[in-house]
């Protein structure tokens, strides 16, 4: 199983450099066929083999000798260990926050480590993700309260959805209103929404404070360390994906009595 769920990450990690690098650009991603970046050749099929072929080709084009960056390969390896973690977690884990499904699981996966890796390359949220992930969402909680003839799940998440994306919205407006600036990106919100159709309200409250808290302390230490100064735009998807993914593994209950435990020792 591990073996398999490996292949399939492999495979998915390299759909997710195509979405990672041609979505920002406003490239289909269906046509034309995966090309070098600089010169601009097709790539042959036998070169598009997850990361074999990036070490056989030394990182480098086959046809310019231009290099290939390693982001490449390690994202193929990071979607592949993701989907282990997946299938490990349900098996270990029956109260995970996701229908007890292990594909719906690996689509939430791939979906906010994409939007994570698209905001730290570019510092913005693309709205075709963002769509095509409550697409997914919103499947996903019609065919679960379907077969569990528990449509209450299907309310659930779109209220959620909705909440997410307001919450960030007016609070976006209530700084806005007393510094002039703001705060987020409007992409925020919106994942915010997405993380809300998969996650249902309580883990989409759990998400939030976790994010809030990741995004302060890696702030806070970046300005102590002088890499960051006040005015510095940081993406701030990552630490939502990195939140709505353990608040997924993990289930919000457990995520609040880490926080009381953190809170009592302090």
Not at 61 to 84: A, D, T, W
Not at 140 to 166: A, E, H, M, P, W
Not at 205 to 218: E, K
Not at 241 to 263: K, M, P, T
Request: aromatic fraction near 16%.
């Amino acid at each position: 199983m591990i073996l398999i769920l490996f292949i399939f990450g492999l495979a998915f990690g390299s759909f997710s450099n195509v979405i990672i690098y041609r979505v920002p650009r406003n490239i289909s991603i269906i046509k034309p066929n995966s090309f070098c970046t600089k010169c601009n050749r097709e790539i042959k099929w036998i070169h598009k083999i997850p990361i074999i072929s990036w070490i056989v080709l030394k990182g480098k084009c086959s046809y310019c000798q231009s290099k290939i960056s390693y982001l490449y390969p390690l994202n193929e390896f990071l979607v592949s260990l993701i989907f282990i973690i997946n299938g490990l977690s349900l098996g270990l884990n029956e109260n995970i926050n996701i229908g007890n499904n292990l594909i719906s699981l690996s689509i939430f996966s791939l979906l906010i480590y994409i939007i994570a890796i698209i905001d730290i390359q570019n510092l913005i949220i693309p709205n075709r993700v963002i769509v095509l992930g409550i697409c997914f969402a919103f499947l996903n909680s019609i065919s679960i309260s379907i077969l569990n003839n528990d449509y209450y799940y299907l309310l659930n998440r779109l209220f959620s959805g909705i909440v997410g994306f307001l919450s960030l919205e007016i609070i976006i407006f209530i700084i806005f209103l007393i510094t002039s600036k703001y705060a987020f990106g409007s992409g925020d919100s919106k994942f915010y929404g997405l993380v809300g159709f998969w996650l249902g309200f309580n883990n989409l409250f759990a998400v939030f404070v976790l994010s809030i808290y990741l995004g302060g302390i890696f702030s806070l230490v970046g300005i102590l360390l002088n890499k960051l100064n006040r005015k510095d735009k940081i993406p701030f998807a990552p630490f939502i994906s990195l939140s709505a993914y353990f608040v997924a593994l993990f289930g919000s209950e457990n995520i609040w009595n880490l926080f009381s435990r953190l809170y009592i020792s302090s």
